[in-house]
């Protein structure tokens, strides 16, 4: 789970643990023949400035008229809902599938508790026009608190009180099972679990499962017109999670005038997570690699204080490798580049002790996706980028 709140959010995917980074797979070609179906969904905020604030869609449940408005997140999996919120509960809790389950929060140290039951969502476009239709497990939220220990044991903190607020969330995206969402699983995406869109359902055969990331809106569906123009990089499965794929794979050059061997500039292989949930960006690097650091207060929680990368600092991240990128996010810190992220906090793959090592990574932040569409490919294992915009939203 990403986060709870402006003010408590997961710092990094993989990096609480040290988690392998994926195989690199040689880039290919999916294919779209015969596959139809799509659809546009505007994000229900537009944004003069693509990605100041996190995008949000519009969804309802079944038994219920009210539409809700959600950040859609792509750093975490499964729609959550305060348990008092979603009709018919103590009923959908005997349904078949239905399932106890849990979501941590491992910013905020908060877990919530409850029971994933089966669920239509309905999605609407930004004027509340139902566009889709998806069948998915949401967990219905019934305890919430902190649980500092879940962290280390996976156990249920005892005597969890009932949600203080509403509890309402959206996660959208994939591979993000090792940051403490082992029930993150592609069940609970209702972005891949589409049944209808504009109130026909969708024949066996025409939806090929995954969507494209816009500026001011996302894809569901992929078809062969809505997929010209990418560039693309397979993705590696999740051995422990049958249907996930892992995270994208890249490389992370900082300071390359400074940080070389014999064979140039160093890029560093790392786990890649594109996330629409913060403005900042997180890395992990080898403590070999030098860069220079200035302390602020941290944008997901203001009253703390973190070390981030000085003023002047190169970054380039290339997705999948530096030989045969698809894509290239390149910056100088402080320059004010619109792919710029709000602030880049460092760590290293090395912590002192007794803290675990550490895989390199980078959360990029969405200010990221200001350059780049982003296509995910859930049924054939691919990454995509394409430069923006996509026509999804923009009117």
Sequence with gaps: MRFSSPTSRTVIAAALTLVAIAPALAQSQPNYGGTSVTQCIPFANFQSV????????????????????????????????????????????????????????????????????????TLYDRGNKPVATSEVLILGVEQSGRCDSYQTDQKICPNLPAPEKPVLYMGVGFGQEADFQPQGTPDKNVLLNLRSVNGQPIADGTLN????????????G?????????????????????????????????????????????????????????????????????????????????????????????????????????????FIVGAGAPNEPAQVIPSSTEPPPPAPKKAPFI?????????????????????????????????
């Design 222 to 330: 992929l078809t062969a017109a809505n997929t010209s123009g990418f560039r693309f990089a397979q993705l590696a499965p999740y051995p422990q999670y049958p249907g996930d794929r892992m995270m994208p794979q890249g490389c992370i050059t900082v300071n390359p005038e400074v940080n070389r061997n014999a064979d140039g500039p160093v890029c560093t292989t790392a786990n890649i997570l594109v996330d629409t949930g913060i403005p900042q960006s997180y890395m992990t690097l080898p403590p070999a690699i030098q860069f220079d650091k200035v302390e602020q207060a941290d944008l997901s929680e203001p009253t703390k204080m973190v070390w981030v990368l000085a003023p002047n600092t190169s970054v380039a991240v290339q997705i999948p490798n530096a030989g045969d990128p698809i894509a290239t996010d390149a």
């Design 50 to 121: 693509s990605f100041t604030d996190p995008p949000k869609l519009n969804f309802s449940i079944a038994g219920d008229s009210t539409i809700h408005t959600v950040t859609m997140d792509t750093g975490s999996v499964g729609v959550a809902m305060s348990a008092t919120n979603i009709p018919n509960y103590e009923t959908l809790k005997t349904a078949p599938g239905a399932k106890p389950g849990t979501q941590f929060l491992s910013s905020s140290k908060v877990l919530w508790v409850g029971t994933w039951v089966p669920m239509t969502v």
């Design 209 to 220: 499962k995954g969507y494209i990331i816009g500026r001011q809106g996302i894809e569901v």
């Design 363 to 395: 959360n990029t932040g969405r200010h990221f996706l200001r350059q780049y569409q982003f296509l995910y490919d859930a049924k054939q294992g691919y990454v995509g980028m394409k430069d923006q915009p996509n026509p999804c939203g923009e009117q």
